[in-house]
């Protein structure tokens, strides 16, 4: 196998497009997934390495970690898609909905950038040219949230850790984040709510994933950008 991508979490939504999209450019690629969607065994027929992932525990993200290392010996990137979108009025227990987001936004991607970094030194000594580390973060690093405060603390603390890392890996490692605001509803989402959400940017879309398909292509193809932040949110800051 060639150095593969590591997409985390890429059952569904955003992660199954990026893994779908590098399939098809013949790139070798790695996912988690905690919930074995049927999209699941269709990226293993086309040829993904798929491996459940629970990262609520460390001993969970301990278990990944060591197996991913059973399938590869480089990689070539690592794109921390996983997400829980959860908010304080569907969790009365506040310490551990807290506990909770940063551990999947903040704690998993912290070891697993750790704990992986010898095998994206492998591919950069390899291939003399830089790995990569993408975080997934939100617009709301920039503003906050009132309704989703422990979602957006731990995003904000991802993004922080980009900035570490970033400045702990160059040049070897290149490491940034792409800061999204609406990319896809939900088919659950309703007629009303679809209208107020595309009023709050100032394109006015539902932008779909390959808005951040191009994100990633772009920090992937640079030899250069590091410790930054992509926003992609149609202008949603000047509204």
């Known amino acids: 196998m060639t150095s593969p991508i590591l997409i985390t979490g890429a059952g569904q939504r955003i992660g199954l497009a ?87 936004h903040a704690k998993t991607p912290y070891l697993i950038n750790l704990m992986c970094a010898e095998l994206l030194i492998n591919y950069q000594q390899s291939e003399k040219v830089p790995a990569d580390i993408i975080h997934l973060t939100d617009y709301v690093v920039e503003t906050g949230s009132p309704k989703h405060l422990a979602y957006a603390a731990s995003k904000a603390a991802l993004d922080n850790l980009t900035k570490s890392f970033s400045a702990k890996y160059a040049p070897n490692i290149k490491v940034n984040s792409v800061a999204p605001s609406l990319i896809i509803f939900n088919e659950h989402d309703d007629e009303q709510y679809r209208a107020k959400t595309l009023k709050k940017s100032l394109m006015g879309i539902e932008p779909g994933c390959q808005e951040i398909i191009n994100s990633i292509d772009l920090l992937l193809q640079s030899h250069y950008i590091t410790g930054r932040s992509l926003p992609v949110d149609g202008g949603r800051h000047l509204k």
């Open 18 to 104: 990026l893994a779908q999209h590098y399939i098809a450019q013949g790139q070798a690629v790695i996912i988690t997934y905690r919930t074995r969607h049927n999209a699941v065994d269709k990226l293993e027929q086309l040829g993904a390495v798929c491996i459940y992932a629970d990262f609520s525990t460390d001993d969970g993200i301990s278990a990944f970690i060591n197996t991913l290392k059973e399938h590869t010996k480089s990689l070539r990137a690592v794109v921390h898609n996983a997400s829980s979108w959860d908010c304080e009025a569907n969790n009365p227990d506040f310490a551990v909905l807290f506990d909770n987001m940063m551990r999947i």
